[in-house]
Nanobody, 118 residues
Framework: QAQLAESGGASVVAGGSLRLSCVAS?????VGWARQAPGTERGWIAT????????YYSDSVEGRFTISQGNTGNTVYLQMNSLIPEDTAMYYC??????????????WGQGTQVTVSS
């Protein structure tokens, strides 16, 4: 099973930017990011279909975050711009296979913390 390792989390001021990285021992057909704030459930925010490059975003991050694959192929990024305090959470990289219903995730990293102050 693939192993995922996230990095890039930090504390920033609102309006700032961060880029998270996820390195995988091997990739599946799709990869995504999810986040979990204290006291809430983990929620999906972005998906990249590695087979065709299509991307999908939750409404909460659409237009501000971008998921992409690096040139070397073993790293997936989450570029986060115009950060707001509500983006404060632990961010998790996830990978899986494509199904008729979308990406079915079965592998997750340990997470990286993002804190946005006002």
């Amino acid at each position: 099973q693939a192993q995922l390792a996230e990095s890039g989390g930090a504390s920033v001021v609102a309006g700032g930017s961060l880029r998270l990285s996820c390195v995988a021992s091997r990739w599946r057909e799709c990869v995504g990011w999810a986040r979990q704030a204290p006291g809430t459930e983990r929620g999906w925010i972005a998906t990249l279909y590695l087979v065709n490059g299509r991307t999908y975003y939750s409404d909460s991050v659409e237009g501000r975050f971008t998921i992409s694959q690096g040139n070397t192929g073993n790293t997936v990024y989450l570029q986060m711009n115009s950060l707001i305090p509500e983006d404060t959470a632990m961010y998790y990289c996830e990978a899986g296979r494509l199904t008729a219903g979308g990406c079915e995730y079965d592998t997750w990293g340990q997470g990286t913390q993002v804190t946005v102050s006002s």
